[in-house]
């Protein structure tokens, strides 16, 4: 009984302590956001160097929505559906949609970042090169997952489902 309620107060606790640390993510998000889109703005009205502001306008929305990504799956599966993943399917899901968010953010912050250095220096590329293949290893590496995950779905999808009915009957 008395573990019982530690583990429910943990659980409310670390509920808490989660939608809080979303909230502030949230937050920090709009604030990046506002952030480009006034460098943009000022660009646009001072027309002193609107191409790399802009540039650099666009890399700070791109942050700003990696960072929503990261407070709203926090809020997803902390908060809302606790620590608990029902099913391995609905594991795979979760995690490919936020893995696949990721990506295509570092994707866009390492096109941004060539058309920005390729205009001062070439020989800094380095640097956006590796942001691509990152980007490329997140997308190889959410494959894999996605293949070992079904794998590991046809093995015990029959064992999550008798799971299930078990606990819909009385």
Do not use: W
Not at 71 to 91: F, I, Q, T, W
Not at 126 to 149: C, E, I, W
Request: charged share 20%; no cysteine.
């Amino acid at each position: 009984m008395i573990g019982a309620a530690r583990d429910h107060v943990f659980d409310t606790v670390s509920r808490f302590a989660f939608g809080v640390i979303a909230g502030i993510l949230m937050l920090l998000a709009l604030v990046t956001m506002g952030v480009g889109i006034g460098q943009a703005v000022t660009a646009l009205l001072s027309r002193e160097e609107v191409g790399q502001r802009v540039l650099g306008a666009i890399g700070y929305v791109i942050v700003s929505i990696a960072v929503f990504e990261v407070s709203k799956y926090l809020v997803d599966e902390e908060v809302v559906r606790g620590r608990e993943m029902r099913a391995a399917a609905e594991a795979r899901r979760s995690l490919t949609r936020f893995i696949s968010t990721i990506a295509i953010a570092v994707f866009l912050e390492g096109l941004v970042t060539v058309f920005r250095v390729t205009h001062d220096n070439v020989s800094d590329l380095v640097y956006p090169a590796l942001l691509l293949l990152t980007a490329m290893g997140l997308v190889l590496g959410l494959g894999v997952f996605q293949r070992l995950s079904v794998t590991v779905e046809e093995r015990t999808g029959q064992r999550d489902r008798v799971a299930e009915d078990d606990q819909v009957r009385p």
